[in-house]
């Protein structure tokens, strides 16, 4: 019946410079009623983020059960597609408005939102893990392939600089 504040509380340290992510075998459950902020299923976010720390890695990509990114278990994504143009997962799939992401679409005017398919994930040149906390950090390998060339590239470091200008 009433209301409750959930909250878990994680340590914010030192991250690597490049990250590793998955994708867990369950997927994002897509559009809820208050969609936009994470307070539905905070499980779903738990488990993700639970799975990438016994797997090893930084971050769990999340998909919903059509195969579309929609976020991060703790930060949004952006994404250099093999054209250039950059893309963030469309906020209408059900992912969360992070602060970073609204950032990075009020200061960059080529950043558009998408629809961002997991299979053309292998074509990107880049994917980065955007956080307000963490900044901008480039997933430089995605269930275990190599995302792009596997290393920190020039859209990286360019929304690094676009998030510690805004501050």
């Given at each position: ?36 902020a994470k307070v ?128």
């Amino acid at each position: 019946g009433s209301l409750h504040l959930v909250g878990v509380a994680r340590a914010v340290g030192p991250e690597p410079a490049e990250w590793r992510a998955i994708s867990p075998p369950f997927p994002h459950e897509g559009p809820a009623p208050y969609s936009g902020a994470k307070v539905t299923n905070h499980l779903l976010f738990a488990m993700a983020r639970e799975r990438a720390v016994r797997t090893g890695v930084d971050e769990a990509a999340l998909f919903d059960g059509e195969g579309y990114l929609i976020e991060g278990a703790r930060s949004n994504f952006v994404v250099a597609l093999g054209d250039g143009s950059l893309a963030t997962p469309n906020l209408r799939r059900g992912g969360v408005a992070g602060v970073a992401r609204e950032i990075l679409l009020d200061g960059l005017p080529e950043l558009e939102e998408a629809d961002l398919h997991r299979r053309t994930l292998g074509e990107v040149r880049e994917l980065i893990a955007v956080n307000a906390v963490r900044g901008a950090c480039p997933v430089v390998e995605l269930d275990g392939k190599p995302v792009g060339d596997g290393v920190c590239g020039p859209v990286a470091l360019r929304l690094r600089e676009t998030l510690a200008s805004a501050e």
